[in-house]
């Protein structure tokens, strides 16, 4: 079942006083925007002209960065140049708040750039790079190694951001994490290339769908190729559990211990892809930090990446930004839940398709006590997706009398789709659910057992199709139409 929001946002009041280690390849993103009116006449290319440039941390820079935003501090650790853009990085990490950056500066390197250039109407145009792709030096490795052990020792979880640029050599890599595992901290790596063995021990890597094609040499046209080829790679890289990212599909988590998980796309508004996969690292990483469980932190990961996407850039989201992110969804998850009868009935027919129990109960609801608590666990406990049939103000105030319901229908409907073990909410004005029961075809038909089974609406249509019918267990519980009298004489 998807986390609410509060089962969430609890979690990332422990971003903070949490430190993690960050190593990899950093560079400058570098975004220069224009005008683009004519072709040029000395080749069939846009001319530009040049309106607005900005430039961010990119790389595993941008996943430190991304970090910082959420709350947590950095031990950042990469390999510069000594050139312009070198110093730009140095820069640019004095700028962020919390990231404590150990900076090796090799003279025969270049720093990488990678230039993108976009019209005015954000079309990207063109990426031209700057860089040095050759592997580290010994002395680079030595220097960088010196600091790496200590630090990992004190941090909470590590980062490992590979951009093959040369920083995550196959011995470094090995440093890093054989570090970790030694110090008991969870080590997320974003890979590259297609010997993941180097990886070896790591608890998560985040391929994309192109990565993991490339990474396990198998096809990953549909979900079954996707969660083969990650389960080929926990097997023959020793890694704890693969995190798949999708783009417009999501995310799909698949463990060594054979759990797969799909959560789908947080966003359907995407401005820019840039930089999103260093936020999901980054996310993952802090929540991993605070203690948060594997499938949790990849739903916070997956919700931040939908932040990110619709942003131009290499944008970062913060704790707060993501909390309310995570609010919304929630909202409109709850919204979604109300609905008709015939959008009910094919929403039962799709579930049912795809082997899922449905669960049958019905009530007015109007002031939710622990006696309808109950009912709705004992129902879900029975099925696995259960629809709630709720009487309308109209069919209230027939069977109750003209002074009910005290709640409309829209505030009953909204905490009833609000509660983890509803499904579906549907609004019925008949004074009986039979209609609603005859087309949903509910397997299970749930009612009180102050019903006796021969006055239960629609059990005897339920059973001639093979349904069962469950008399829920009562509690102890005060009834809404004696908490009414007991207000109305206080």
């Not at 900076?103 to 976009?118: G, H, P, S, Y």
């Not at 622990?370 to 997706?385: E, I, M, N, R, T």
């Not at 009562?474 to 139409?481: A, H, I, N, Y």
Request: net charge negative.
């Amino acid at each position: 079942m998807t986390n609410t929001a509060a089962d969430l946002t609890s979690h990332l009041g422990r971003f903070k006083e949490r430190r993690l280690v960050c190593v990899g390849d950093v560079m400058v993103d570098r975004f220069i925007y224009g005008d683009v009116r004519r072709i040029s006449p000395e080749a069939p290319v846009p001319v530009v002209r040049i309106t607005g440039e900005s430039s961010q941390l990119g790389g595993a820079g941008n996943v430190a960065r991304n970090a910082a935003a959420l709350g947590t501090s950095i031990a950042f650790f990469s390999v510069i140049g000594s050139d312009r853009a070198g110093r730009e990085v140095t820069s640019l990490l004095s700028e962020v708040e919390h990231i404590e950056p150990f900076l090796r500066v090799n003279a025969d390197r270049e720093t990488t750039i990678k230039n993108r250039f976009f019209s005015a109407n954000g079309h990207h145009l063109l990426r031209a790079d700057r860089e040095t792709a050759a592997p580290l030096t010994s002395a680079d490795e030595e220097d960088l190694s010196k600091s790496l052990a200590n630090e990992i020792a004190t941090a909470d979880a590590v980062l490992v951001s590979d951009y093959g640029k040369g920083v995550i050599t196959e011995s470094f890599a090995r440093i890093a994490i054989d570090a970790a595992m030694k110090a008991g901290k969870p080590v997320i790596i974003d890979p590259k290339g297609s010997d993941y063995a180097r990886y070896a021990g790591a608890t998560v890597v985040t391929p994309n769908r192109v990565e993991l094609a490339l990474a396990s040499g198998k096809a990953v046209e549909s979900d079954d190729d996707l969660v083969a080829a990650a389960q080929h790679l926990l097997a023959a890289a020793d890694l704890g559990a693969v995190l798949v990212t999708r783009s417009a599909d999501g995310m799909t988590l698949v463990q060594k211990n054979g759990q797969v998980d799909h959560l789908s796309a947080e966003s359907h508004e995407v401005a820019d892809v840039t930089g999103a996969g260093d936020t999901v690292v980054a996310t993952l990483g802090a929540a991993l930090a605070g203690g948060v469980g594997l499938l949790e932190s990849a739903r916070l990961a997956n919700a931040a990446a939908g932040l990110v996407v619709q942003r131009r850039g290499t944008a970062v989201v913060s704790a707060r930004e993501l909390a309310a992110a995570l609010l919304r969804r929630d909202l409109t998850s709850v919204e979604a839940k109300v609905t008709d009868a015939s959008t009910a009935s094919a929403r039962a027919s799709l579930w049912r398709s795809e082997g899922n129990v449905i669960g049958f109960t019905n009530g007015c609801f109007d002031l939710l006590h622990p006696g309808h608590v109950s009912l709705l666990d004992q129902a879900k406990s029975a099925c696995d997706k259960l629809v709630v049939g709720l009487n309308s103000d109209v069919s209230v105030s027939r069977l109750k009398g003209p002074d009910r319901p005290v709640q409309p229908e829209t505030s009953r409907a909204t905490v009833l789709a609000s509660m983890k073990n509803v499904d579906l909410v549907v609004v019925f004005s008949e004074d009986t659910p039979l209609a609603l029961i005859e087309s949903l075809r509910p397997d299970v038909l749930v009612k009180g057992a102050d019903y006796a089974k021969a006055d239960i609406v629609g059990a005897d249509v339920v059973e001639a199709y093979g349904g069962k019918i469950i008399r829920a267990d009562l509690v102890d519980s005060v009834s809404t139409t004696a908490t009414i009298a007991a207000l109305r004489e206080g």
